[in-house]
């Protein structure tokens, strides 16, 4: 009679937020991602899954309104799991499949799912939902908000947070509160008592050095670091641009346009070797950069960040004399100069995983210490628990005068300051302010560490991007016949060369890297493999023009 009820329920409700029919939606990168004006229904549906998964984990599920990096006009949605991870890959199956569904077999699918992981539906649900600064965002999360009703789910709405504040939220909320206190304000006192624990072991910064530039990308970031620099007591001294108050979300500014782009936002005033980040529109990706004095552009980008934490890790970890493993985890577009200064100088273990933080973040589960970050600036560090305990259970075994301690210490620290659910710039930026401060570095003498092959990204429209199909992490094209022997033999044309295409999970485009000894010959192999997937992928538009 309940069931019956229920379902009554949500097919009456599910009318008001109606798919239109024929339009099929592909789960992609990360979730869901298109035009704002497709997703009502998406919304609607992703409650609903929302709320089947609580119901089957018995815990928390979190669902994050955002479209991260895209144009404003799109919007998009980030499924949240238990402990602050990404859906499984079963659960994103099931996303797709109630996100397609025509509107009267909504129903049978739903059931489905029920039936195959065997729900039952009566089970309580909790479900919290957050939403980035898209002027679309407010109704969609409210969509969510309905499904999640219709289902019989309780919900907790943000409202405004950025993506990794939802994540942590989650995982404070299954944790009982061991990963802290699932507030906005808890967040900020979390990560801010460990900030100022670090730079107490910083020696006399001036304020020039604890200056630090923030592009906030006109998005959530932007209102969430005004909220937080009270907690950070000057330490961090925040000049913040792209502020949200006047320019467009993600538009000439934010992280994916300075990594892509090579070049500084628009809207900061940034002055010689000053230090610089930007965030990108739901705060989850940072990179860094400065202009030195001769007017050229530095970018410091996710490669840059995962070795700069991997040193400091490793030498602590020396210092401390404790046994733990540190792998870092990359993506096809990280760096071959970063790949190889991990591999042969630092040796630690490196991996190569798909694009999405989803694979990075499950590939560096599998270390003791995992650090992972994408090359546009995506990533965290995960510790094992037994590394945890290793380390807590130190800090309280060693005598004060032992050496070992402080190293434990600012172990310690830096696990709470890092986000493990998911990348955060905040989080990120905080850990990074934290090391340079440590070690008494600028951003030049980190830029130092290794020196960028040139490289260049491009995106080529084609009719059907599916046609691309890709292996070994992506490092190669399987279809369509042809190109991947067209690239190979292009790259030999070029001095360490490497180059790949992709198709992009959250944008209607195919992506190409390409990297090489100079500049100009990285350009002009990008736009070589350009050309070939514009003649060989059925390219729309204008052919791809040289740079
Ligand atoms: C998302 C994913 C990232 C991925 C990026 C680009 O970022 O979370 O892991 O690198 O998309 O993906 P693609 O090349 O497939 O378009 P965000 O920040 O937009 O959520």
Not at 330 to 344: C, F, I, K, M, V
Request: glycine share 8%.
């Amino acid at each position: 009679q309940h069931k019956m009820a229920q379902f009554d329920k949500v097919s009456q409700k599910s009318k008001l937020h109606p798919k239109p029919e024929g339009l099929t939606l592909q789960y992609g990168t990360a979730g869901f991602r298109t035009h704002a004006k497709h997703l009502d229904h998406i919304m609607f549906r992703m409650g609903l899954l929302a709320t089947l998964r609580s119901k089957k984990t018995k815990s928390t599920i979190g669902v994050m309104v955002t479209a991260s990096h895209n144009p404003e006009e799109d919007n998009g949605v980030k499924l949240i799991d238990p402990m602050g991870e990404m859906v499984t890959a079963v659960w994103e199956g099931y996303a797709t499949q109630l996100a397609n569904a025509e509107q009267d077999s909504l129903l049978k699918e739903l059931k489905d799912i029920l039936e195959k992981e065997d729900i039952d539906v009566s089970e309580p649900a909790s479900v919290y939902v957050g939403k980035d600064t898209r002027p679309s965002s407010a109704s969609l999360s409210q969509a969510v908000l309905d499904g999640v009703s219709s289902l019989g789910g309780k919900t907790h709405d943000y409202g405004l947070v950025t993506t990794p504040q939802l994540h942590y939220m989650v995982c404070c909320c299954n944790t009982r509160g061991c990963y802290g206190s699932p507030t906005v304000e808890g967040y900020y006192q979390k990560l801010s008592q460990a900030f100022l624990q670090l730079t107490q072991n910083a020696s006399n910064r001036t304020d020039d050095q604890k200056r630090l530039q923030v592009d906030g990308a006109n998005g959530i970031g932007a209102l969430k670091m005004r909220e937080m620099e009270a907690f950070l007591r000057s330490e961090l001294q925040v000049v913040l641009s792209n502020d949200g108050s006047s320019g467009k979300l993600n538009h000439m500014c934010g992280a994916d346009y300075v990594k892509v782009q090579q070049k500084a936002p628009q809207g900061m005033n940034m002055g010689v070797g000053e230090r610089c980040c930007s965030f990108d529109g739901d705060a989850d990706r940072i990179v860094y950069y400065y202009t030195d004095s001769k007017g050229c552009f530095h970018l410091l980008d996710g490669d840059k960040i995962a070795t700069l934490i991997s040193t400091y890790l490793k030498e602590l970890l020396t210092q401390a004399g404790l046994n733990l493993q540190i792998a870092v985890v990359q993506t096809a577009y990280a760096n071959g100069s970063s790949t190889r200064y991990l591999e042969d100088v630092m040796k630690v273990v490196v991996c190569c995983t798909k694009t999405g933080v989803k694979h990075l973040h499950h590939a560096a589960q599998e270390y003791d210490i995992g650090v992972y970050f994408e090359a546009n600036g995506h990533g965290t560090v995960l510790f094992s628990k037994a590394a945890q305990k290793q380390i807590q259970e130190l800090v309280k075994d060693l005598n004060t005068n032992d050496e070992r301690k402080q190293a434990v210490k600012l172990l310690e620290s830096t696990i709470n300051l890092i986000n493990q659910t998911v990348g955060d710039a905040i989080s990120d930026m905080l850990v990074i302010e934290a090391v340079l401060a440590i070690r008494g570095m600028s951003v030049q003498d980190w830029d130092a560490i290794y020196t960028d092959l040139p490289n260049r990204q491009l995106k080529v429209t084609v009719s059907d991007r599916r046609v691309i199909d890709t292996t070994d992490a992506e490092r190669k094209a399987v279809t369509p016949e042809g190109l991947q022997d067209a690239i190979d033999s292009l790259v030999k044309k070029y001095k360490n060369a490497r180059s790949f295409v992709r198709p992009s999970g959250t944008e209607d485009v195919v992506r190409v890297y390409a990297e090489a000894d100079t500049q100009e010959s990285a350009d002009s192999l990008a736009h070589e493999v350009s050309l070939a997937v514009y003649r060989l992928a059925g390219g729309v538009g204008d052919e791809p023009k040289p740079l």
